[in-house]
């Protein structure tokens, strides 16, 4: 529902810059496809350090710039999820205020890692404290959920369970820090593509997907904290289809398991690949080897759980 003007002073003019991070799903459960065309979906989501920081700020009309190593790829007009984000919030904050946006880039882009949805959960938030609009937890998550199945998450962070296309989140405990290395493919890969080659290698198998539902080991490894146990438990349904696309993600997974890593895993619909490694000092180790031996050219060790979207001072201010 759009609101009247009431809330609105178009006040601020200091930019608002607001940090979201990527995710890992870490249990990944596919189901059939419903009515409207999206999956039924059991996904453990783990939020992690890699973010991109979103600014915000007054002007005369609409813009969005992206800096960052690795940036191909990414819209600067409307269609960018940030900007649909920020219109979003316009709309049911009864705003009439265009804003330039710009994305400080960390997360590979198309890499099955929320890069776009961690962009759309932050102009939420950040156009939200720009406006002064008021919007409540509850009416973020619903714009959140409307711009994409994993912005919800994006927005919320931490440790949770995804139930119907990912956006009815439930929180997980969680004990303790896990180290992650990512190692990023240098071409990306559309998510709707891996969902479609998901249904072929069903429909190929002539299988169907069961009903998605977490793996309560995995539950239980987090709630204790355990890294061993969680390798043993990272499961997911989306690996197969982005394997078949990319065959040589096999290779990436097997160098960085020859490398010290617990487990490695596709992330989310991918390529990006998720190594868990048992401790800091081994994922330090996991990265150099990845990097050394020419596996991927871009490897980043991070952190999980990290916290949601949270408004940071804007850059140079810091
Ligand atoms: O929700 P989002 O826009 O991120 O989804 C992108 C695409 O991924 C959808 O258009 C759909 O093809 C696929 N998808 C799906 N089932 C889900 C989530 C995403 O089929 N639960």
Not at 31 to 53: I, N
Not at 68 to 75: A, D, L, N, R, S
Not at 126 to 148: F, K, P, Q, Y
Request: proline content about 6%; aromatic content about 4%; charged content about 20%.
């Amino acid at each position: 529902m759009i609101r009247s003007l009431r809330t609105v002073r178009p006040a601020a003019k200091a930019p608002v810059t607001a940090r979201a991070c990527a995710k890992v799903n870490l249990d990944l459960r596919v189901g059939a496809v419903r009515p409207d065309g999206y999956h039924e979906l059991s996904s453990v989501f783990l939020g992690v350090g890699l973010h991109d920081d979103v600014t915000v700020r007054p002007s005369a009309q609409w813009s969005l710039t992206v800096e960052g190593k690795h940036t191909e790829g990414v819209p600067t007009d409307e269609t960018n999820l940030a900007w649909r984000a920020a219109v979003a919030v316009a709309e049911l904050g009864g705003v009439d205020q265009p804003v330039a946006i710009h994305i400080d880039k960390n997360i590979p882009v198309a890499g099955g890692m929320a890069g776009g949805s961690a962009d759309a959960a932050a102009s939420v938030l950040a156009c939200n404290a720009l406006w002064e609009v008021g919007l409540d937890r509850s009416e973020m998550l619903t714009i959140c959920a409307d711009l994409g199945s994993d912005v919800p998450f994006c927005l919320s962070g931490g440790v949770a369970v995804g139930r119907g296309r990912g956006e009815q989140l439930v929180p997980v405990l969680s004990r303790g820090t896990f180290h992650f290395v990512f190692a990023a493919s240098e071409t990306g890969l559309s998510t709707p593509t891996v969902y479609a080659e998901y249904d072929r290698l069903h429909e190929a198998a002539g299988s169907q997907p069961d009903d998605p539902g977490p793996n309560p080991e995995l539950l239980a490894a987090l709630r204790a904290g355990d890294a061993y146990a969680l390798a043993s438990a990272l499961h997911n349904d989306l690996e197969a289809a982005a394997l078949s696309l990319q065959p040589q993600l096999g290779e990436v997974i097997e160098a960085g398991i020859e490398f010290g890593a617990l487990a490695g895993i596709v992330s989310g619909s991918g390529p990006t690949v998720a190594f868990l490694a048992a401790d800091q000092e081994s994922a330090l180790h996991l990265a150099i080897a990845l990097t050394a031996s020419g596996t991927s050219r871009q490897v980043r060790h991070t952190v999980g759980p990290a916290q949601g979207a949270h408004l940071v001072a804007p850059a140079g201010r810091r």
